[in-house]
Structure formats: C-alpha cells, structure tokens
C-alpha cells in the first residue's frame, strides 16, 4: 500500500499536467462541437445546435472530399516510407565504408521543423527559380513550367513528405532490429534457411509491435498534416492539396465557425481510431499468419 501511494504520488503532477492540456481541451472540444459559435458575434453568443454540425458533415462535400483526400495521402507516404524505411534499415545494419555517415546525413530532414520543409521544397521545385526545374530543363530537357508544377503538386507533397519522415522510420526499424536476438537467426541459417524464409518466419514476426507503433505513428502525423502544404501550396491549385487538417484551419479561423470546426475535428478523430484500428489488425494477423 505504502508503495502504491508513493507510486500514485511520483506520477500526480504528470497526470496533473496531461489532464490540464490534454483531456479538458479535449472535452471542451467535444462541448463546442454541439454549438454554433461565432466569437465575433457578441449578441448572439454560443447557441446549441445538438447534432446538426454533424448531419451537416454528412453532406458537406468539401469535408468528405478533403477527408478522401488525406486519406489518399496517408496511405501512399505511409506504405513508401515503410518500405524504403526497411530497405535502409537492413542496409545500415550491414557494415560497409561510410555507414556512420550516410546514418547522419539520412536523420538531417529529421531535425528540421515541418514549417522549414514546406518552404525549402516550395524554394527547390518553384518554376523559374528552383534548381529541379532548372535540372529538368538543362539535363533532361524536360521544361518544368507552372501548369506542369500545378498538376504535380500532390505528387511534390508526397515526395516531400517521404523525405521527411523516411528517416524516422528507418532509426524506428533499426533500433527494433538491433534488439533481436541473434539466435534465432544463427539456428536457421544452420538449418538451411533462406533470406525469405529467415525474413518471413522470424524477422518480420519479432518485428511486429515495432512495425506496429510505427505505423500508428506515421498514420496519426500523415492525417493532420498542415505546415508543410500551407508552406508549399497552401492547399492549391484550387483545392487538390487541400487536406483535411488544413481545411479545418481555414474553416474555424477565416470563417469563425468554432462549433462546425470542432465537429470536424472529432469526426476525423474517430476516422483516426477506426484506420489505426483495422491496420492495427491486418498487421497483426499477417504477424501470426507468418509465424
């Protein structure tokens, strides 16, 4: 008992603190989203709404096609980036001239803030200033005008994205990697295993929960992206890169509509948990199908 209280009270201000920014923000948003609320209207004030934000989300087009859209983005920069994350993982694992650098210079993009990415890639592929549509047109004689950066402007979000983030997935699997034990691997080598079947019975089974936090992580960062496409397209041309945590944005802050931005919020909230969760299983499934 003694060591319980003194355990419950190690960790007080910690749950203190997580409740202040954490879960009454989170119950006030579920509490605005019932309204209608327009701070710049004083006489009017909050009104109660009930359920209407909600039944106005089922019909609203830009919503459900900004939502469509994010998760289009989700699952193209998320199934890359594990990918690539994997194949350089299993090459930094191997010795060769130069790991410790390409590791160093791989983790760069990580360190910069989300904000600076959008900018720097805005700088890199603008037409008539950027240096890719200057070595497109000078090497490949491929003229990079702004129609054809227009109509590639997600693709250029996606790239950006998996340039940011690959880094991350790659020290994830590798740090998952290293901590595996070796003697699995020796006995089946002995046993005349092979890479796939070494890969398929006994890597990528011990690798699931790693695979598994991973992939939330990336789902959970991929769905509210905002900095980067505000910086580099700011959702145009028209609203092909408008996604939907930057839709959100431009609805509560330009439109003042606090209670429809709220509902919005936590309606892409459970599309999160709902993603999260049926990934969580196909990839928990294909753990014990390998095993």
Known sequence: ???TRTGWGLLAPTLIILGFVGILPFLYVVYIGFFDWD????????????VN???????????????????????WVV??????????????????????VFRTIHALPLVVAPIAV???????????????????????????????????????????????????????????MTALPREPFEQAL????????????????MLTPVLVTTTFIRIMDALRIVDEVWMLT???????TRFVGLHIWLVVFPKTA???GAAMSLLTLYFTIVLSWLLFIAITQSGKQAA
């Not at 701070?39 to 009930?50: L, R």
């Not at 002995?190 to 089974?205: E, S």
């Open 79 to 100: 199934i890359s980036e594990l990918i690539l994350g994997f194949l350089l993982a299993q090459l930094l694992m191997r010795n060769f001239v130069g790991r410790s």
């Open 39 to 50: 701070i710049f209207a004083a006489k009017i004030g909050m009104v109660f709404a009930g």
């Open 118 to 176: 959008g900018a720097t890639w805005r700088l890199f592929t603008i037409p008539g200033f950027g240096p890719l549509p200057y070595f497109l047109d000078k090497w490949f004689g491929i003229e990079y005008s702004i129609s054809r950066y227009a109509s590639h402007a997600f693709t250029t979000i996606v790239l950006m994205d998996i340039w940011h983030w690959t880094p991350f997935v790659t020290l994830t699997l590798v740090a998952g």
């Open 190 to 205: 002995v046993d005349g295993a092979n890479r796939w079947q070494v890969f398929r019975y006994l890597t990528l089974p």
């Open 234 to 240: 700011g959702g145009g041309p028209g609203t092909s």
């Open 1 to 3: 008992m003694r060591a």
């Open 53 to 75: 934000n909600y039944r106005r989300l089922v019909f609203d087009d830009e919503y459900l096609a900004a939502l469509g859209r994010t998760l289009q983005f989700t699952i």
């Open 258 to 260: 606090y209670g429809y």
